[in-house]
């Protein structure tokens, strides 16, 4: 069975511009969390989306936004890109969404550097 | 949200067993305390998780304090492919959605 991917895994943006990540989850899971990992910040939670609906977002401006797809695909957008944006953006799915109780799988991450 | 406290760093020989510590003494009672480890430039791995009693899966054991304030991740035989950094984690089911707090990761070092 196939992992998480990810794309792309190398991104180089500057001030300003947006920028779109995408995560294929393993096949048949429906749950797809998103996060950001800094040296500074360490893993922060971004959001969590199930069956195409948001279920909780962490603490982040509405510049991060993020979107599932009717095959639990999903994408993330960030707007108006800033150097502290400069980070792996992990994706991870699970099975059911309940990931109190599930094993998330994660994906390689995203590296995204803001110029 | 409930924080947890991790040491930032330990050290362990090769072959002998591990004892990570977690601290989450604002735990809630439906917190799941869950553990993930990161190799170095990969994504998280699921190590273990568990509720109340104690856990024990093919990589490790979790021990989970009876006031459930705290809980230990036990590597039972460290190899040089346990070191990384280990996160201590509390995910909770709340009308439908999570919160989600990480800790600040404890980087094993295993000394061959």
């Known amino acids: 069975k196939a992992g998480v991917t990810q794309t792309p895994r190398y991104l180089i943006k500057t001030r300003g511009q947006q920028v779109t990540l995408s995560c294929s989850p393993i096949?048949?899971?429906?749950?797809v969390s998103w996060y950001q990992q800094t040296p500074g910040q360490g893993l922060q939670f971004l959001f969590e989306?199930?069956?195409?609906?948001?279920?909780n977002k962490g603490n982040f401006p509405g510049r991060f936004s993020g979107r599932q797809f009717s095959n639990s695909r999903s994408e993330m957008n960030v707007s108006t890109l800033e150097l502290g944006d400069s980070a792996l953006y992990l994706c991870?799915?699970?099975?059911?969404?309940?990931?109190?109780?599930?094993?998330?799988?994660f994906g390689p991450g995203t590296r995204l550097t803001v110029l | 949200d409930a924080k947890t406290t991790q040491p930032n760093s330990m050290e362990s020989n090769e072959e002998e067993p591990v004892h990570l510590p977690c601290n989450h003494s604002?735990?809630?009672?439906?917190?799941?305390i869950h553990w993930y480890r990161q190799l170095p430039s990969q994504g998280p791995e699921y190590v273990i998780h568990?509720?109340?009693s104690n856990v024990n899966n093919r990589m490790a054991s979790l021990a989970i304090a009876e006031d459930r304030k705290s809980s230990t991740l036990i590597l039972h035989r460290a190899t040089l492919r346990d070191a990384a950094v280990y996160y201590c984690?509390?995910?909770?089911?709340?009308?439908?959605?999570?919160?989600?707090?990480f800790g600040t990761g404890t980087k094993l070092q295993v000394i061959p």
């Open positions: 991870a799915s699970s099975l059911a969404g309940g990931g109190a109780l599930d094993e998330q799988f």
């Open positions: 096949s048949g899971h429906r749950s």
């Open positions: 989306y199930f069956s195409e609906t948001q279920r």
């Open positions: 604002t735990i809630s009672g439906t917190d799941y």
């Open positions: 568990g509720l109340t």
């Open positions: 984690i509390l995910r909770s089911p709340s009308g439908g959605y999570q919160k989600v707090t």
